[in-house]
Structure formats: C-alpha cells, structure tokens
C-alpha cells in the first residue's frame, strides 16, 4: 500500500510504502527550492561566525566560506534538512515508530544546489492490536537454592577464564582453532570472508553438532574432521531459516577453513587467580563467587517468572504478522537474545551457539520474538516507563562484571556495535515486566516441582 | 634571483586577506607572497606564464623580518615580499 502525502503538509513530496512486516517505506524529495534556502541560511551562519587568518570575522567572503567549509556545511545542512522532513513527515502521517529508522542509501546522497534532495528511510512501525488486560496474571515464583557444587563449577569456570592458551600440533575435542573462514552460496556468492575467526572442536557431549562462523552444523564433527595448522576443511550446510543476511536463508551453503593455529586453554592455578583477584584464600574467592551466584539466581528467578508473563502475553495477544520477518528484525531479535543471555551470566562461547541454534530455528521462533517485541513496547508505554542514564551505566556495570570486563571497555564495545539501543530496550522491558509482575498474582513452589510442570505443560502445548 | 628560476619558484601562493579580496573584487588587483629576491620583471612573467594573464602592472611591499623574544633566546621571523598584481582589464585569476 502507499500513502502520498499532500505536499502542502509537509511542503515536501513524501510517499510511504509497506516495506515487510510492519515496516514502511518513507520516500522523501525536497525541493530544491528549500535546498537552495537551506544552504544559503547554513552559509550565513557560518559566515558570521567564520575566523579565517586575514579576515575580521563575519567579514570572510561567501565564496570563501565555501571554499573552506564547502562540504562540513552541506553536511550539516543536509542532516537538518533530512532530520526535519523525517520529522514532519511521520508526524503528518500519524506513524508510531518503534526503534531508529534504517537507511542504506541516506550517506551517499549528495546535497547540490539546484536539485532536489530525494532519500529513503524504513522504519518499523507498532502494528494495531488490543492489549491483554495486565492485571492479575497468574505466575508461579519458584524458589531456587543454591547447591555447593555450582560453586564448584563457578571456581573452574573462573580458572578456565583465567587460564593459558597453549599451542597443540594435534586437535583434539574442546581444542579452539584460529584461522580463514569463507562463506560462499551455490552460485560463489561471498558472504563471509574472516581471517582469524575462532571454532572449537566439539566436545563428546555436543554429539557431534558445531558451530562454525555463527552456523549451527548437525554434522559438523563428521565433516570438520581433526584438522591440523596448515591443513584447509570444506563444510557443506544448509543456510539457517532466520539467519540475518536475508540471501543465507535456506541457501546452500559452502564454508571452508584453513587452520592457522591449534590451542588448548589450559586452566590457571587457584593460588594464581587468588592472588591476582587480590584475595589471601580460597575461601575468600568463594564467597565472593556465591555472592555474585546469588545475585544470578536472584535474576534467574526474575527470568523465569518474566518467561511466564511473556508466555500469557503472547498467548492471549493477537497481532497479525506474516509468516517470515525481515534481515533487520532478525538481527534485532539476535541483539536483544545476546544481551539477555549475557545478563543472565551465560558463557560468551554458550551465548553463540544459543544464537547459532536460533539462527536454525524455525521462522515461527522469529515472528514469535517480533510479537514480543511490540507487546512490550505497548506495556511500557501504558506504564509510562521512562529509561535514565544512571539505569544504562548501572546495566552496564553488571553486564561487565558478568563478563569479567572493566565497565568503560565495554560500554565502548556496546558504542562501537550499536548496541546502545538494545540496553535500553532490555531495561525498559524488564522495567515494564516488572510493573506487569507487581499487580500479578504469585504463587511460590519448590524449584523441582516448577521444573516438573514446566515439562508437562511443554509436553501438553499449555503455555506456563 | 638567479637566472632559470621556475616561475612557481617565484610566486610563493597567493596571499587571501580582507584587505586583499576588495583589492581583488574592486580593483581587479591580486596579491602574492612571492620570493623577497624576486624583481618586478620576474614576477610579471611569473604570473603572466602561471595564470595565462596579462599583467599591467606589479607593485611590492617588503616587510624586514622582525627579532622576536622566546623562551630560548631571540627568533628572526622570516622577510616577506608582497606582490600587488594588476590585470589586464577584463582578465581574472580563477585560483582565488
């Protein structure tokens, strides 16, 4: 379907397109007539302001300001214009955007005095649906104890972490194998092309599936075999349903590697992490660890009784969305399952198969996480939820501290990937699970006795 | 100036200030930092043989280098020649 827009409303030519799942299309053209208008406005600003040697200030010739500051000025003027048109136009058209709007074409467009300025943009768009009533949803809370083992396997988690990358001739399982990854279609489409990417060699409880550049292979250790440095191995696999290259979808897939190195981590000493943590004992490690676990079940129980409302949510929402969504969405869905699991305290390596296993997973996962998405951007709206950046720093912080990382490395790293949005997703929605949570109806049971009906209603297709 | 000096040896670059871009606009006058060893003569064919112009006239100012005071004893600043153009009526140099 496309709307056009009376140029009167906008004084631009605008037309908005469906462009995939409650996504649209927003085609802008301005005429040149407000180009020019800009660019001279832009150019006696700054021509006022202007410091040039030689010149008293606001005394710098036109022509000149343009020749110094030519291409900063057409840019700042062309992001004015654009930011200001976007605006007026999905306000003119009444769209409830969801997210930052996407384009691939806006940072070739060139302004010129002139001619017109036409450009793209696709947003996502909140789809039209009544919300389930919020109030008194049944959830069960259960209560998780903390055996002494798990802190075990937190120690050797830890000392895993910790340990030293030793350089082996031979792989064996668990070995992780640095080298060249390409990923090309059936017709040698190149897709992926990594130097230095990492694959570890399943280990025997894996039965025989891997993971090799975020693809999940069934039969990866029959295929990938135990390749020495040097050596190169051919992977065949079908592309993944919702992976987020739209063209690996389904496609037959050819993935080679050449191993460059071998290497094992060979786990640290406990004394050596002791005294590198700056503690004296054992002990002392360990009850930091059972503190931090502490605070995980604390978060492990918010997930699953979060999982729950999602569940009823789900159940008891009807949005009508097509079959498959697009590359964009998919990688959000990504986005936001790594961010999740990563606070929950999942293993980085655990994180990518989970991603990996999604990838493989069926369209309907995908829909179903989109579904999701925009319930909880409806709670939080009906909730009033606001998001501040103390909130960003303090998730960040924990997300860190799970990982093992300083903070501001990696609030740069979560800067670098974009990922910024994402963290205020999560914590708007935790936010407004939350406040969904606190007008619930909660029952506590025994963690054995949640697990149990967990299954059986698994089994029978009753969501919990 | 030595004989056989390559003309962009001569014309150091063309010289932008307030006081020069009114020059330019008004009188059709173009102003250079040319080299201080350069002649009248040399800077006309200088100009003429770079820009494709006819010029009518070439005036010159030198300002001496000055002693300045640093931290790490005296600095002398560079001597600076200047280069007052004048075109032929009609012509124009496109470089400024």
Redesign the interface.
């Known amino acids: 379907m496309t709307q056009t827009l009376a140029p009167e409303e906008t004084k631009n030519d605008v037309k908005i397109q469906d462009a995939g799942p409650c996504r649209k299309r927003i085609s802008i053209r301005i005429p040149k007539e407000r180009v020019n208008e800009k660019l001279k406005e832009s150019l006696a600003a700054i021509s006022a302001e202007a410091q040039?040697?030689?010149?008293?200030k606001g005394?710098?010739?036109p022509a000149?300001v343009e020749k110094r500051f030519g291409t900063a000025l057409r840019s700042e003027a062309k992001n004015q214009l654009v930011s200001t048109a976007y605006s007026a136009a999905i306000e003119k058209a009444n769209l409830k955007i969801v997210g930052d709007p996407f384009s691939e074409t806006l940072g070739n467009v060139e302004i010129k005095e002139g001619q017109d300025l036409a450009f793209e943009v696709d947003v996502e768009v909140q789809p039209e649906f009544a919300m389930p009533s919020l109030d008194g949803i049944p959830v069960k809370k259960p209560t998780i104890e903390l055996p002494e083992s798990a802190i075990g396997d937190e120690v050797q988690k830890i000392l895993v972490n910790e340990g030293d990358l030793e350089s082996r001739e031979k792989p064996e399982a668990g070995d992780y194998l640095t080298g060249h990854g390409v990923m090309k279609g059936a017709d040698g489409t190149e897709f992926y092309n990594i130097k230095g990417c990492v694959v570890q060699v399943p280990t025997a409880d894996k039965g025989g599936k891997g993971m090799i550049l975020g693809v999940m292979v069934n039969d990866f250790s029959k295929q990938f075999g135990l390749p020495k440095a040097g050596e190169t191995v051919t992977i065949k696999t079908k592309g993944p349903e919702s992976h987020e290259v739209e063209q690996v979808r389904g496609a037959d897939l050819t993935i080679t590697f050449t191993v460059d190195r071998v290497d094992r981590i060979i786990p640290a000493k406990v004394e050596n992490v002791i005294k590198n943590f700056g503690m004296t004992e054992e002990q002392q490690l360990r009850d930091a660890i059972k503190a931090r676990m502490e605070q995980r079940v604390m978060i492990q129980q918010q997930s699953v009784m979060r999982q729950q409302i999602a569940q009823h949510l789900l159940a008891n929402t009807k949005i009508d969305l097509p079959e498959r969504i697009t590359a964009i969405q998919s990688a959000r869905n990504f986005e936001r399952k790594r961010m999740e699991l990563m606070y929950r305290g999942v293993d980085a390596q655990k994180i990518e198969e989970h991603i990996a296993e999604l990838r493989s997973g069926s369209s309907e996962v995908a829909v179903r996480e989109l579904k999701l998405f925009f319930i909880m951007n409806r709670a939080a709206e009906e909730f009033n939820i606001r998001v501040e950046e103390a909130e960003m720093n303090g998730r960040i912080a924990q997300l860190a501290q799970e990982r093992g990382v300083r903070p501001d490395k990696l609030r740069q790293e979560i800067i670098q990937r974009n990922q910024v949005g994402v963290i205020y997703q999560q914590i708007r929605d935790h936010k407004a699970m939350d406040a969904i949570l606190a007008k619930a109806s909660i029952t506590e049971m025994p963690a054995d006795e949640f697990n149990k009906l967990m299954a059986e209603e698994a089994k029978s297709g009753v969501p919990g | 100036m030595p004989a056989n000096v390559a003309a962009h040896h001569i014309i150091k670059k063309p010289?932008?200030?307030?006081k020069?871009?009114f020059a330019m606009n008004e009188l059709a006058k173009y102003t250079f930092l040319v080299d201080p060893r350069a002649t009248k003569t040399e800077i006309k064919d200088a100009v003429q043989s770079l820009y494709k112009v006819n010029v009518t006239g070439v005036n010159t100012v030198t300002s001496k280098g000055k002693f300045k005071p640093t931290r790490f004893g005296l600095r002398v600043e560079p001597t600076v020649k200047k280069a007052i153009v004048t075109l032929k009526q009609g012509q124009t140099i496109e470089l400024f």
């Open positions: 040039v040697p030689g010149f008293r005394h710098v010739p000149l | 010289l932008v200030t307030e020069g871009t």
